[in-house]
């Protein structure tokens, strides 16, 4: 079974730039989560997808958004880019259980570098 | 909300010593707990979870982490460790409250094998 796959695997943008990241999650998994992850601020939640909605979202300004396709497949945007948005941007897939018991699984994430 | 906490940013162990990465958490209900481990320029891959039933779990590559819920601990351990076991170790719990369902990661710690 093929994991998480994200691309691209690295960017460079300016800053005041959009850009798109894309995350193609692990068949049969229909949730699909994001996180930045820093140095400073270690690995915080962006938001989550599920069946084409957005069911949490964490404490980030409107400049990010996200969504989510038919396929599970999600696309997050950035847009007027900041320095300070330079990270590493991982998504992850997980099967959704009732119990709240399945792990998640991460893909190896697109390092966005903003100038 | 749920939290989790790692004491230690970095933690020195030599080759073929036992090793302990420390966590404790803070939980409404039961704690859903899981660890993950990162390794440079890559995402986080999956070690072991605990939902409920014995206290001491095991893992991938060896690892496995001890639920104390008196302490409110999930500490990772592992009975002699590599040097390929150098990397960035991530605790992590499910957050189930008011139905957000997102996994909160703590700081990491950076775990040092010494040949």
């Given at each position: ?16 730039q ?5 995350c ?29 909605t ?14 989510q ?8 945007n ?7 948005d330079?990270?590493?941007y ?14 998640a699984?991460?893909?190896q ?7 | 909300?749920?939290?989790?906490a ?12 036992p ?24 995402g ?18 060896g ?13 990772l ?25 997102k996994?909160i ?9 010494l040949?």
């Amino acid at each position: 079974k093929a994991g998480v796959t994200q691309t691209p695997r690295y960017l460079i943008k300016t800053r005041g730039q959009q850009v798109t990241l894309s995350c193609s999650p692990i068949s049969g998994h229909r949730s699909v989560s994001w996180y930045q992850q820093t140095p400073g601020q270690g690995l915080q939640f962006l938001f989550e997808y599920f069946s084409e909605t957005q069911r949490n979202k964490g404490n980030f300004p409107g400049r990010f958004s996200g969504r989510q396709f038919s396929n599970s497949r999600s696309e997050m945007n950035v847009s007027t880019l900041e320095l300070g948005d330079s990270a590493l941007y991982l998504c992850a897939s997980k099967q959704v259980s009732f119990f709240g018991n399945t792990e998640a699984f991460f893909g190896q994430g697109t390092r966005l570098t903003v100038v | 909300a749920q939290s989790v906490a790692q004491p230690e940013d970095q933690v020195n162990v030599a080759e073929g010593n036992p090793l302990t990465v420390k966590c404790t958490y803070s939980v409404s209900g039961n704690p859903y707990l899981f660890w993950y481990v990162q390794y440079p320029n890559r995402g986080l891959q999956f070690l072991l979870k605990y939902i409920t039933g014995d206290n001491l779990v095991k893992g991938s590559y060896g690892f496995e982490a001890e639920f104390n819920k008196s302490q409110t601990s999930f500490h990772l351990k592992k009975p002699s460790a590599l040097v390929s076991d150098s990397a960035l170790y991530f605790c992590a719990v499910r957050d189930f409250l008011n139905r957000d369902d997102k996994i909160i990661f703590g700081k990491g710690t950076r775990l040092h094998i010494l040949p």
